[in-house]
């Protein structure tokens, strides 16, 4: 039999410490869902057992958590598989995505000789990995999730320094790229970066393998647009040099965002 068991916490009242309260229950046994109610100021446990070793952590928080009210449901309406699948729905959808405009965009920067495109091609490449990880990590302890995300963060960090030694390289052996060929290309990834981060918004303050997925799709908005605005560039002055110096932007934004993963906790 489920309980449920209502929690009144006067102290929550942003995404912070919902956090928090997330993080002090990830991993308790018996946990079957979390409903918040932030207005509220309030937490509906489902559970199995008793509600005191719940009470005992929110209480550890020092956020002024209460227990109303706990009492035996007659069913599992609210389970942990339910957000776990919706996890693991966004994140196949994102990783198919992502691999799909890797493909695209390496074949486009090779055909263009455009250093951005293949810059960005490696972050759409580096994003499948990571949302690959972050697949394996739904449903699993907060340890787990720590290490998914920093081993994205690594994977990230690695193609990022890939990434500046191909802009060094095309400085000096590379010849100017398409620039039609590069807005065209650029901006179907923007579209569908666009709706990958629509779809990861909705998960960007649950666990860390999650928001780590947020700060991947965050940047390859800004990539594409930089993407965009090279090719802009190439095409008004004939110069390849916005593409050089856009791929290497790109490189830094990915090198910083893998820094920031590097960081969560």
């Given amino acids: 039999m489920a309980t449920l068991s209502r929690f009144r916490i006067p102290r929550m009242d942003c995404v912070a410490e919902e956090r928090m309260v997330r993080d002090a229950l990830d991993g308790m046994?018996?946990?079957?869902?979390?409903?918040?109610?932030?207005?509220?100021?309030?937490?509906?446990?489902?559970?199995?057992?008793?509600?005191?070793?719940?009470?005992?952590?929110?209480?550890?928080?020092?956020?002024?958590?209460?227990?109303?009210?706990?009492?035996?449901?007659?069913?599992?309406?609210?389970?942990?598989?339910?957000?776990?699948?919706?996890?693991?729905?966004?994140l196949l959808i994102l990783l198919g995505i992502n691999a799909a405009m890797f493909v695209v965009e390496q074949i486009a920067g090779w055909f263009a000789s455009s250093i951005g495109l293949l810059a960005d091609s490696l972050d759409m490449l580096a994003d499948a990995a990571v949302y690959g990880i972050a697949l394996h990590a739904v449903g699993r302890s907060k340890d787990l999730k720590r290490r998914a995300a920093h081993l994205s963060g690594w994977i990230q960090l690695a193609l990022a320094l890939g990434a500046l030694a191909e802009v060094v390289r095309r400085f000096v052996w590379g010849s100017a790229p398409e620039p039609e060929y590069m807005m065209a290309v650029a901006f179907l990834a923007l579209l569908a970066n666009v709706a990958c981060l629509a779809l990861i918004s909705r998960h960007r303050e649950g666990g860390v393998h999650m928001r780590a997925s947020w700060i991947f799709s965050t940047n390859d908005v800004i990539a594409n647009a930089g993407v965009i605005l090279a090719g802009f560039l190439v095409a008004w002055t004939g110069s390849r040099l916005p593409d050089l110096i856009v791929g290497c932007m790109i490189a830094v934004v990915v090198f910083s965002g893998a820094l920031r993963i590097l960081r969560l906790r």
């Fill in 29 to 90: 046994q018996g946990i079957q869902a979390l409903r918040f109610d932030l207005p509220a100021r309030r937490l509906a446990v489902h559970h199995e057992g008793q509600a005191a070793p719940l009470a005992d952590r929110l209480a550890e928080l020092g956020l002024g958590a209460t227990l109303e009210a706990s009492e035996e449901t007659a069913g599992n309406a609210a389970t942990p598989a339910h957000g776990d699948s919706l996890e693991r729905k966004t």
